[in-house]
C-alpha cells in the first residue's frame, strides 16, 4: 500500500513543527509521505531534522506555488492549515493581510483543482478567539460574535471552508504551549516567557481578568493526528467543528503562579492588574475558556491537566 500523503501547511510555525516531529516519530511503523509549506522562514533547519520531507514555498495570499506541490508531491489525503496571521494587534493594524491569509481561499482553490478533490481532508486551525468573551466555558454550537479582526477573520475562514468545501474538520484552539521546536520558531512561547521573567527576581504584571484554556501542544498533535487516522482508516468525509483547549480554565495570573510554584520562584513577584490597565492596541474578550466535552467524546481524548504540561514543557526546555 502506498505510503499516504500529509501537506502540513505553515510548517515552519510552532505547531507545524511539532506536527512534522510527531509524523518523524511514527515513520518507522506508520509510512507518511510528508511535506510542508513555507513563507519567509528558511527552512534548512527543518529538511535537516526532517530529511525526508518536502518543502514548498507557498504565497498564501496569491496561491504561488501551489503548482509546484501538484507537480512534485501530487493530491495530499490529508492537508492540515497552520499557516495565519495570529497575532491581534498586527491583525488589527493590517486587516486586508488578515482576511487574505487566515481565509484559506488560495488553498481552497487549489484543492478544488484536483478531479476527486474530496478525498483530500482538510484539518484547519482556527481559535478561541472566534468568542465573545462574556461568559465561561464556551460551546462549539455557541454563536461565535468576535471581538477584534483576528477573530472575525477566523470566523470568516471557518464559514469560507464550510461552505466551500465538503470533507473538513475545524479545531477552534486555545493558546498552544510546550516545548521549543526542531528550529526555533521567533515568537516568545507563553511558559518559557514566564519563566524567563520570574527568573530574573523582578516584579511583573499579569492579567488576572482574561480566562483561557491553554492546550499542551503534544494533545494538539494527538488531536490531528487521531483525526487523521479516522479518516484514512474509514474513508468518511466529516464536517466537524471542536473546542481544543485544555481542561483548566486559567488566567495570566494563575499561568504565572503555576510556573512559580513549579520552578520555586518567589510568588510576591506576580503583581495582579486588570488587563483594562494595559492598552495592547486590540480589544481583547476577557473570558473565552472552552467546553471540551465534545472533543473528549468525539475522538476520546483527553488534554493534559495546565500544571502537569507546565512540568512537561519545564522539563523539556532543561533537557535541550
Known amino acids: 500500500m502506498s505510503a499516504k500523503k500529509v501537506l502540513v501547511v505553515g510548517g515552519t510555525g510552532y ?16 509510512p507518511f509521505a510528508l511535506a510542508f509549506t513555507y513563507n519567509s522562514f528558511p527552512p534548512q533547519p527543518l529538511l535537516l531534522a526532517f530529511p525526508t520531507s518536502f518543502a514548498f514555498h507557498v504565497d498564501l495570499k ?3 506555488g501551489f503548482d509546484s506541490i501538484s507537480q512534485q508531491f501530487g493530491q495530499p489525503d490529508v492537508v492540515v492549515n497552520c499557516a495565519a496571521l495570529s497575532v491581534p494587534r498586527a491583525c488589527e493594524n493590517d486587516p486586508d493581510a488578515a482576511i487574505s491569509i487566515n481565509v484559506p481561499s488560495s488553498l481552497v482553490n487549489w484543492l478544488s483543482s484536483f478531479a476527486q478533490s474530496d478525498n483530500t481532508l482538510l484539518i484547519h486551525l ?5 468568542y465573545e468573551g462574556v461568559k465561561s466555558f464556551y460551546k462549539e454550537e455557541d454563536e461565535a460574535l468576535p471581538v477584534n479582526i483576528y ?4 470566523v470568516a475562514a471557518e464559514q469560507f ?9 475545524i479545531l477552534r484552539s486555545s493558546i498552544i504551549f510546550g516545548p ?15 519563566d524567563g521573567v520570574l527568573s530574573k527576581g523582578d516584579k511583573v ?23 487523521i487516522d479516522k479518516w484514512l482508516s474509514e474513508g468518511k468525509k466529516m464536517q466537524l467543528l471542536l473546542n481544543v483547549g485544555g481542561p483548566d480554565r486559567v488566567s495570566r495570573v494563575q499561568m504565572a503562579e503555576a510556573v512559580a510554584q513549579i520552578r520555586g520562584y518567589d510568588s ?14 486590540v480589544k481583547s474578550p476577557a473570558d473565552i475558556s472552552m467546553d471540551i466535552t465534545k472533543l473528549v467524546q468525539k475522538l476520546n481524548i483527553c488534554p493534559t491537566p495546565f500544571k502537569d504540561g507546565v512540568k512537561l514543557t519545564l522539563a523539556a526546555e532543561a533537557s535541550m
Not at 505547531?15 to 506508520?30: E, K, N, P, R, V
Not at 492579567?207 to 501542544?217: A, I, K, S, T
Open 15 to 30: 505547531l507545524g513543527q511539532h506536527l512534522l516531529q510527531g509524523f518523524s516519530d511514527i515513520q518507522a511503523t506508520t
Open 126 to 130: 482556527s481559535t478561541d478567539q472566534v
Open 151 to 154: 477573530g472575525k477573520s477566523k
Open 180 to 194: 521549543q521546536t526542531a528550529s526555533p520558531v521567533p515568537k516568545s512561547l507563553p511558559i518559557q516567557w514566564i
Open 161 to 169: 471552508i464550510s461552505e466551500k468545501w465538503s470533507n473538513f474538520a
Open 268 to 281: 510576591s513577584l506576580i503583581k495582579p492588574v486588570s488587563a483594562s490597565s494595559v492598552d495592547r492596541g
Open 62 to 64: 496569491t496561491g504561488l
Open 205 to 227: 504584571e499579569f492579567f488576572y481578568d482574561e480566562y483561557r484554556c491553554p492546550v499542551y501542544v503534544k494533545d494538539v498533535v494527538a488531536i490531528i493526528r487521531t483525526l
